[in-house]
């Protein structure tokens, strides 16, 4: 039904807006049964006003105790012609049986893990102990919690799929799977196992379990344990640029690696070409990290000597690798970056993994590309974001919220080509 125009003006009036909101959650936590009472504290004249008109009795204090039942009662004894639950709805507060929906919830749950359980024992994995635990696992952590119970069910269908096949047999040599193969034939598309998905998180929770060790945290480790499991992912897609690289080796792959070196070339290094590089530099070698290719460019142009590699950006699987074997080798890191929030939470990530030290990256550093900036007559580009403390320098925040300037590692252009020292035309 609709409320007649006059009693919806007058139920809609402001002075009875916090006894409608109250009356609402009251509503929803009794399972939309006009029981119980609600209180108003700190009532306004204008509103004990308006609460007198529509009880029907005067409300003198300013603390009113209502009953729903009365206030149902008399809704539907006015002109309004209703109860307290069409009256709420109609003007504009949806009610949700949230009592209802909790029941419902748990009902959905329990079909949840009812259905995993009888999928587990249709599946390879029927019998396996540590099945048991990694469902556990799930359903303790709140993994799937966010999911629709249907998409849910859905995403713990394709998991298990997924593990029985590579978990089937494991007394026989496991026949290789690669991910993406893998994840087309259960999910329909080659990237269904990426690392950002829910269902690799999820199945790698399970590998874990079946191996005995905790769920990886950092990219290694998940290329670790799908490599323990036999499944081979894409090695050939994802780049780190690199400039000057002199390994000490003497495969065709370290020469060609000097050769382009020697010529003042970049070069992009597939994950599948360092695995099968002998990556050792001269113990004597400082590798400059920067974030931007424009680094790597410039660097060539003017045929510097030094040796780069660039994150380009967010520091890639690829990237990390290449970093991680430079530092395991015990060569000099130096890093340099962006000047704005993401720029320095990089760094910080970097400069830890690798033990690296900064390169141009104190709070002196960006204050004095500050200036320069500004008497070029660059404009200003505000920072955006959450502030980041750096590591290295615990002035280097403090300056750069007082300045307010984000400034992108091509602004220091100069200065960092001139640390990189310039080789012979």
């Not at 009953?67 to 504009?92: F, K, P, V, Y």
């Not at 499991?229 to 400039?243: G, K, M, N, Q, R």
């Not at 050769?259 to 070698?285: C, K």
Request: glycine share 8%; net charge negative.
């Amino acid at each position: 039904m609709t409320l007649p125009p006059q009693a919806r003006e007058f139920l809609a009036q402001p002075d009875l807006g916090r006894m409608w909101t109250a009356a609402h959650h009251r509503l929803e936590r009794n399972g939309l049964q006009p029981n119980g009472s609600i209180r108003l504290s700190s009532c306004t004249a204008a509103e004990r006003e308006a609460l007198s008109l529509l009880l029907g009795r005067r409300i003198t204090t300013a603390t009113a105790v209502i009953r729903l039942a009365d206030l149902d009662s008399r809704l539907r004894s006015t002109a309004a012609g209703c109860g307290l639950i069409t009256a709420i709805e109609q003007l504009g507060l949806p009610l949700t049986d949230r009592r209802a929906a909790r029941d419902t919830g748990r009902q959905e749950r329990a079909a949840l893990w009812t259905a995993a359980e009888a999928a587990v024992a249709a599946s390879p994995l029927a019998g396996q102990d540590w099945v048991d635990g990694w469902l556990d696992d799930l359903r303790r952590t709140g993994a799937l919690g966010r999911l629709a119970p249907q998409d849910a069910v859905g995403l713990l269908q394709q998991a298990i799929r997924v593990l029985g096949l590579l978990r089937s047999d494991r007394d026989e040599e496991a026949v290789p799977h690669g991910r993406g193969e893998l994840a087309t034939r259960v999910t329909g598309t080659a990237h269904g196992l990426d690392d950002d998905t829910a269902l690799s998180r999820i199945v790698l929770r399970g590998l874990a379990r079946a191996t005995g060790t905790e769920p990886p945290e950092h990219a290694p480790g998940r290329r670790a344990l799908w490599r323990a499991a036999a499944v081979l992912p894409d090695e050939v897609s994802s780049t780190v640029l690199t400039y000057g690289l002199r390994p000490v080796g003497r495969g065709w792959r370290e020469r060609a690696l000097r050769e382009r070196a020697d010529h003042h070339a970049e070069t992009h290094l597939t994950l599948r070409e360092l695995r099968e590089l002998d990556v050792v530099l001269p113990p004597d070698t400082q590798v400059h990290i920067c974030e931007n290719p424009r680094v790597v460019e410039a660097a060539a142009e003017a045929r510097c000597a030094g040796v780069l590699v660039c994150t380009s950006g967010s520091a890639s699987t690829v990237v990390l690798e290449l970093l991680d074997t430079l530092a395991t080798a015990g060569l000099r890191l130096r890093y340099h970056g962006d000047f704005d929030w993401p720029g320095i939470a990089l760094a910080n990530r970097v400069i830890r993994r690798c033990a690296a030290l900064p390169w141009r990256m104190t709070a002196e550093d960006y204050e004095q590309l500050a200036v320069h900036a500004r008497d070029q007559g660059s404009p200003g580009l505000p920072l955006v974001g959450t502030p980041v403390e750096a590591s290295w320098d615990t002035d280097l925040a403090a300056a750069m919220t007082a300045l307010n300037v984000a400034l992108h590692e091509e602004s220091a252009l100069d200065r960092l080509i001139a640390d990189l020292a310039p080789g012979p035309a």
